[in-house]
């Protein structure tokens, strides 16, 4: 019903976290998160080591059955039937194994993005200020798979290497001598598999990134397609891209040629080996110190050793990159949110609404103050506007009342208390803000207003927060009125109806305290008239504090702030400050030329 209410209902959440000792080593502060899936963790590693042995053991049957058929003696019955059991029991708990093993690793998967998405949630502004997120999540994503491959795949890579000792421990048993010349080769198929990894490592890296800049390149020209089309800058795009896909282009053949030329050395050095096997094996049976079934069960094993030969030196690679990349998920999860509710913060559920700035100094970059000294009071039910040049601080001011920021001086108080004693949960409630840029969901129309109360509203309160905010008529104009989905595959609004929706959606949750940060400026002079009416007997019983240019909406204060570079410059009644103050006429008049074009 809801899209959202999954969102909101509790998920259960990974059972172990990231460790938070910084100092150890990447793959310790992980062990919690696999270690809270031991269960299917170990009981891979266990069947599959089983599954090893079981295949091991196959060749020595082998070899006896085929000593049987060469020398007539002994039941060939036995062997077979061996043979076909170890076999199925091979690839039973092989099948097994590769169910467990899959299940733990993406069952570390999903923890590691919950871990990682719900930590982002707690990160305060000034994070995002500092980040591009969108680049933050797509990295998440491939580093998380990194890491999930690595710290379940290599403890396997590691049984199956002891699998190797083990056949290496049957071809001792079967000869000495032969097994030594069977290893001759093993060393040199070592050093050549690390080589062709040290030459392809860096190619993998260069894959990668050129890979996201086509992926970067892709989602510029969908999402800015209007600026792009707008500046007929098609033809650039298109040469952008070209550039970009033939980068990607150069690095999948430079991996292609580097692995068309190791790669025969790596195939084809272990039947040098069987050759050999074969040459001084054969030499020994017709000297009849050895069976036909043994140099049959040799060859045999020594396909088997080949692999973890292979494969330690992918273990090597992959951790190269798991390391690298679980470097790069620390850091996000490192990141402490640096706004958070005090100990012994407080909930308050309902306020009179009366709000005061005390010598508030506040700075975004150490070294360029934004507001300065700001000493105000609202009253509780008071109208407020604040008006003031654009870079002022006026959004500034809002971001401060609830809290996305926290002044580096002064104190900022509701109803006569510390915001930062109250829970951050409580504040965010008593303070409404709605901005010039509304942000919708994909969702209905009804769910977007409900969106602070999505259980709790009916539709007679949205179809009322609708009203007030004047969006009921053009709501039921929609093809599909409330039920009309918003957004990329659905409806687009303009920006006027954009933010008759987000003001219905703060109505709604129905604040004590409302912020109007430019939230009518894309709404028609007309449209808005008609607003206010319905606008003012809301904001009735609320404290409000309207940032606005247009007299029209100032018009609704009791009072009005003018804000100059950071520093409150002037207050008092639209006509006193008419008749006083240069910068507020200002400001007027260039608002009013904006609308008028
Ligand atoms: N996240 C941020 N990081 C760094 N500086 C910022 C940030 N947000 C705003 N600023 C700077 O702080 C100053 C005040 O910005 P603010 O958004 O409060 O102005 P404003 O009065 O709301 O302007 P406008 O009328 O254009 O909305 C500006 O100089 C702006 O560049
Ligand atoms: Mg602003």
Redesign the pocket.
């Known amino acids: 019903m809801n899209p959202l209410g999954g969102v909101l209902s509790r998920y259960p959440g990974p059972r172990a976290e990231i460790s938070t000792h910084r100092d150890w080593p990447w793959w310790r502060r992980v062990l919690p998160v696999i270690a809270s899936h031991r269960v299917s963790f170990v009981a891979a590693v266990v069947l599959s080591l089983a599954s090893l042995v079981f295949q091991t053991l196959v060749p020595n049957e082998l070899s006896r059955a085929v000593n049987v058929v060469v020398t007539g003696r002994g039941s060939l019955h036995g062997a077979v039937e061996l043979t076909l059991l170890l076999g199925i029991l091979a690839g039973v708990t092989g099948l097994l194994s590769r169910q467990y093993l899959y299940r733990t690793a993406f069952d570390v998967e999903a923890d590691l993005r919950s871990l990682i998405y719900e930590h982002l949630t707690s990160l305060s502004?000034?994070f995002y200020?500092r980040v591009q997120s969108g680049q933050l999540i797509s990295r998440a994503n491939s580093d998380i798979r990194s890491v999930q491959m690595y710290s379940t795949f290599a403890p396997l890579i590691v049984v199956q290497s002891l699998i190797g000792v083990l056949a290496f421990w049957f071809m001792l048993a079967i000869n000495v001598t032969l097994a030594l010349v069977a290893m001759i080769v093993m060393p040199i198929l070592y050093v050549v598999g690390l080589k062709m990894r040290q030459v392809l490592f860096p190619i993998s890296w260069i894959t990668q990134a050129r890979l996201a800049d086509v992926a970067t390149l892709v989602d510029e020209n969908v999402n800015g397609v209007r600026v792009v089309k707008a500046f007929a800058q098609e033809e650039a795009e298109i040469n952008r891209m070209a550039d970009a896909a033939e980068r990607v282009a150069w690095a999948y053949e430079t991996d292609a040629r580097i692995r068309g030329r190791w790669s025969p050395w790596v195939q084809n050095l272990p039947q040098v080996a069987i050759a050999l096997v074969l040459g001084v094996g054969g030499e020994m049976v017709i000297h009849a110190q050895l069976t036909v079934g043994a140099i049959l069960a040799f060859t045999a094993y020594l396909v088997m050793l080949q692999a973890p030969f292979m494969m330690l030196g992918q273990l090597v690679m992959m951790g190269q990159r798991a390391k690298a990349s679980a470097e790069r998920i620390f850091e996000v999860l490192d990141e402490t949110p640096d706004i958070t509710d005090r100990p012994g913060a407080r909930d308050l559920d309902s306020a009179r609404g009366e709000v005061e700035f005390d010598h508030v100094h506040f700075a975004?970059?150490d070294d360029?103050p934004?507001l300065r000294d700001v000493t105000l009071h609202i009253g509780a039910g008071e109208r407020v506007a604040l008006v003031?040049?654009?870079?002022?601080?006026?959004?500034?001011?809002a971001?401060l009342l609830t809290r996305f920021y926290d002044p580096l001086g002064g104190v900022i108080r509701i109803d006569g208390l510390d915001i930062a004693d109250l829970t951050l949960h409580s504040l965010r409630r008593l303070v409404g803000v709605v901005t010039?840029d509304a942000f919708l969901f994909s969702v209905s129309v009804r769910d977007n207003i409900a969106y602070a109360r999505p259980n709790a509203a009916d539709d007679d309160d949205v179809v009322a927060a609708a009203r007030a905010a004047g969006a009921d008529g053009f709501i039921r104009d929609l093809p599909l009125g409330y039920d009309t989905v918003i957004g990329e595959r659905g409806y687009t609004l303009s920006g006027g109806q954009r933010q008759r929706l987000a003001i219905a959606r703060t109505l709604l949750a129905n604040p004590p305290i409302l912020v109007l940060?430019?939230a009518t400026s894309a709404i028609d002079v007309h449209v808005e008239t008609a607003i206010h009416d319905a606008l003012d007997s809301l904001l009735e019983h609320r404290t409000t504090l309207i940032?606005a240019?247009r007299v029209s909406t100032i018009a609704l204060a009791d009072r009005v702030i003018v804000?100059d570079e950071?520093r409150i410059s002037a207050q008092g009644s639209h006509e006193d400050l008419l008749a006083s103050s240069e910068l507020y006429r200002r400001i007027l008049a260039q608002a009013d030329a904006e609308d008028r074009s």
């Open positions: 502004f000034s200020d975004y970059r360029v934004v003031g040049a654009t870079g002022s601080g006026k959004t500034t001011v971001r010039d940060d430019d940032i240019h804000l950071g």
